[in-house]
């Protein structure tokens, strides 16, 4: 079955766009580094009597000019290009316009949530493109954020992905779909993987905000926001129906990963319509052949006709046990009446299958696998959004944003001892409304107003069983989280101010309030005997912001951004029971707290014309009443009997103070009109008032790299490093997963430096095919990224063909 999905992807969209990838074009303007069609581009002779503009196909008719006619391309993304007639007959009617380097004219929509210049926004933010995206190949959208190489990525397992951000990760980091929030009441402290339900081919950008959004964005966003924007149907340019249509078929050796993409676009004059399927499978994972040989896998278990049995490993660079598949869908209906209203509905799925989780698979006790299986069941995330846009300008508003959406979360854990016949089944359902009302109103031609309205409404379901796999017998355990009424509901309201003193100087500033109040309650207390049946929080909280932007010449601009977070507690973090690592298990605490951020950014930009641009930012933040695991009490025991294993009783506890600060540097310079170096590095601390190191700061990471464009080619030869991580950096509750880490001279675990040789290629094969080749980690070098359980892969090449029209 799973070979079937990916065959009938990838045949019905080869054979279904075939026919149509012959047909020529009179004039098609292409961008150089993807193939993409450009759209407004501006033709023009010399005189500027004669001129026209592209379509959204990139196509521009040429019969206003003569044969003598010199003919200007202009768009202020691409380099200026001029051509007679005659040369573009020469060549095939196809012009490739180089893009400019991304400079402060760049535009960014997750600032405020509507689309402004970033040479007016105080925050750091990273934006990636659809044709990053595609030059990079990422196999899921968490590999898709670190392909920004300024966000670490940690795995706990192939099919997982958890972004940490200036210190945070997990519930502190905000996910944003389309301006739909993810984070729901059950997003965990530990490391989270749930940003791989989005699927990458149907992501036209994705911006990245550093540091505090909780003006904008609210609870969760302390340490930064991954806002993804997916493709958008597109409306005929005129009154004749219009397709296009994309697909995509892709193979990786290091876990002979087997994708296939489609999507197409129906566009009527008022209506649109766009589809999307993807389909991956991922077999296991093979990693790197040289480096510490303690990160083999040179057995598993296995259960055969009911008898669990360790198999030696025949390859022990092969992660036995960590393969999965993924399906997603996306349907979105657009209707624009007239030129003010513009409404659309959109519905996404994604379904993982089970995802062992390899870190608990490698577990030992006494010297044998302490786990038969560990896995994850199907993953599954619906969401189904209604936004209404309305652009006629009144007295209370030039535009305004509605949206509302449903979301369904469903996920699961399976786990059953070694030579042990009961498996362990815990399922979690979540169901998430949310309604966002935003507007904006230009109250003087220098002075904008941003604000808006936001309720978000979460029901939680948690139910649990044991199964005995011999006799098939289901008897009642221990939910993950009480068995009762779970509610967490939170409203709140913003406004912001953003004012153009002069042509050199902003100010953004900005202020939410927002009150968060959650209700559980236990029904079955019979295998834990709490001191309390429910537990009630209701907690408010005040952000602000204060940024500047100073441009002391034309092309330097300076970034000063204060601003405050807050992250109130959810249903993971006050009432939760389960095993954090071996040995320790988390209880829950009723007496828990909002914790809130104070951050300090200090930003530098630098464009020396179109040869070299750099970005220096340095950051402070001070994390107060930090939510942190430490040793707890149960009813006045500090251990307790938990799934048959005497267990250390640790809670969720509000901590006094935590302090993290870095930075990072980015630059790109073009050598060359075809060759250009671009290098990006960052570094963060962190440590509580005790002086103990705080659990999600990466090691120092970068990249280095040299990019090659020509008309049809596309390159880069790139190093990927990070730094070590010594023992006395790593956290307590690090240290304690040392069958995860390697060991140092004193025998203590560490996580080592490592690096990686990489490159990738794009080949434009004609206007509308193109073939992406990699190879990544060319030295085939053993290497576990920090916190991460499963090792990375080794050397993998890539092979992808995608069609476009």
Same mark, same amino acid.
């Given at each position: ?10 045949f019905?969209?080869?054979? %279904? ?27 023009f ?60 004219e ?44 300024e ?16 210190? #945070? ?64 149907p ?17 193979y990786?050796? @290091? ?12 566009? %009527?004059?008022? %209506?649109a ?17 040289l ?19 360790v198999i030696?490993n ?20 657009? #209707?624009r ?11 996404l ?28 069941g ?55 409304l949310?309604?966002n009302?935003?507007?904006d ?35 009642? @355990? ?15 309201a ?23 109040s ?59 029971? #389960? ?134 080619l ?51 094969l ?40």
């Amino acid at each position: 079955m799973k070979n079937r999905g990916f065959t009938f992807v990838l045949f019905f969209g080869v054979f %279904w766009l075939l026919p149509l990838i012959l047909n020529a074009q009179i004039l098609q303007i292409l961008d150089l580094s993807t193939g993409k069609p450009i759209e407004d581009v501006a033709l023009f002779n010399l005189t500027g009597t004669k001129s026209v503009i592209s379509d959204k196909n990139g196509l521009a008719k040429l019969e206003k000019f003569g044969n003598k006619d010199t003919i200007y391309f202009q768009h202020p993304s691409y380099h200026k290009e001029v051509f007679t007639k005659k040369e573009l007959e020469l060549m095939n009617h196809r012009v490739f316009l180089r893009r400019h380097i991304r400079m402060l004219e760049e535009f960014v929509i997750s600032a405020h949530k509507w689309e402004q210049n970033k040479s007016e926004i105080p925050n750091k933010i990273k934006s990636i493109f659809e044709s990053d995206i595609q030059f990079h190949n990422p196999q899921t959208a968490a590999d898709l954020i670190g392909s920004s190489n300024e966000v670490f990525i940690q795995k706990s397992q192939m099919g997982g992905g958890s972004p940490m951000i200036r210190g #945070f990760a997990a519930n502190s980091v905000l996910l944003v779909i389309d301006g739909i929030r993810m984070n729901n009441a059950i997003y965990r402290s530990g490391n989270l993987h749930n940003v791989i339900s989005l699927d990458p081919n149907i992501i036209e950008s994705s911006e990245i905000i550093f540091g505090p959004g909780s003006v904008v964005y609210g609870s969760d966003a302390l340490g930064g926001v991954m806002d993804f924007h997916t493709k958008r149907p597109i409306l005929s340019t005129g009154h004749k129906f219009s397709i296009s249509a994309n697909a995509l078929a892709r193979y990786s050796s @290091a876990n002979n990963e087997k994708t296939g993409h489609l999507d197409f676009n129906l566009g %009527w004059d008022k %209506w649109a319509y766009l589809s999307s399927i993807t389909y991956s499978e991922f077999g296991d994972l093979r990693m790197g052949s040289l480096g510490n040989a303690d990160y083999k896998r040179l057995e598993y278990a296995v259960n055969i006709e009911g008898n669990d049995t360790v198999i030696t490993n025949e390859d022990p660079d092969i992660q036995k046990i960590t393969g999965y598949n993924q399906i997603n869908l996306m349907h979105k209906i657009r #209707f624009r009446p007239d030129e003010y209203i513009d409404i659309s509905y959109s519905f996404l799925f994604s379904k993982l299958s089970g995802v062992p989780r390899y870190d608990r698979l490698i577990e030992y006790k006494e010297k044998t696998l302490k786990y038969g299986e560990w896995y994850y069941g199907p993953q599954k995330w619906t969401m189904h959004a209604l936004n209404i846009s309305y652009d006629r300008a009144c007295r209370l508003f030039d535009e305004t944003k509605i949206v509302l959406a449903f979301q369904e979360f469903e996920e699961s854990r399976h786990d059953r001892k070694f030579a042990k016949p009961e498996l362990r089944n815990r399922t979690e359902n979540v169901d998430a409304l949310s309604v966002n009302a935003d507007f904006d109103k230009k109250i003087k031609e220098n002075a904008t107003v941003y604000y808006g309205l936001e309720a978000i409404y979460n029901n939680v379901k948690s139910t649990a069983h044991k199964k005995d796999i011999l006799t098939g017998i289901i008897n009642q @355990a221990p939910t993950r989280y009480p068995d009762g009424k779970n509610l967490y509901v939170a409203v709140a309201a913003y406004c912001s101010y953003k004012y153009n003193l002069s042509e050199y100087l902003t100010f953004n500033t900005g202020i939410r309030y927002n009150n968060v109040s959650l209700h559980s309650t236990f029904l079955d207390t019979s295998y834990y005997h709490f001191p309390f049946d429910q537990i009630d929080l209701s907690t408010g909280a005040v952000n602000g912001s204060f940024g500047i932007v100073f441009h002391p010449g034309e092309k330097w601009q300076v970034n000063l951004n204060l601003s405050t977070g807050f992250r109130a507690p959810n249903l993971d973090d006050v009432a939760k029971i #389960f095993d954090s690592e071996p040995g320790n298990v988390v209880v829950p605490n009723k007496d828990l707290h909002s914790e809130y951020v104070y951050n300090l950014d200090l930003g530098i930009v630098k464009k020396v014309e179109d040869i070299l641009y750099f970005e220096l930012t340095g950051f402070y933040t001070i994390l107060n009443n930090a939510m942190v695991r430490r040793e707890f009490l149960f009813n006045g025991m500090d251990s307790i009997v938990y799934d048959g294993e005497l267990s250390k009783v640790y809670a969720v506890v509000n901590a006094n103070r935590a302090y993290i600060y870095g930075g990072s540097f980015s630059c790109k310079t073009n050598i060359t009109r075809h060759i250009s170096f671009k290098t990006n590095l960052t570094y963060t601390q962190g440590e509580d008032q005790e002086g103990i190191p705080l659990r999600h700061v990466p090691p120092i990471f970068g990249t280095a790299g040299v990019q090659l464009n020509t008309e049809k080619l596309q390159t880069e030869l790139y190093l990927l490093f990070n730094g070590e991580k010594s023992n006395k950096l790593l956290a307590p509750s690090e240290q304690s997963k040392t069958h995860i880490y390697a060991k140092d001279n004193n025998g203590k675990p560490y996580s080592p430096s490592w690096y990686t040789l990489n490159l990738k290629m794009s080949y434009q094969l004609n206007s509308k095919l193109v073939l992406n080749t990699s190879i990544d980690n060319i030295l085939d070098h053993r290497y576990r990224p920090y916190s991460s359980g499963i090792v990375a892969p080794g050397r993998n090449l890539m092979f992808a063909l995608r069609i476009t029209l």
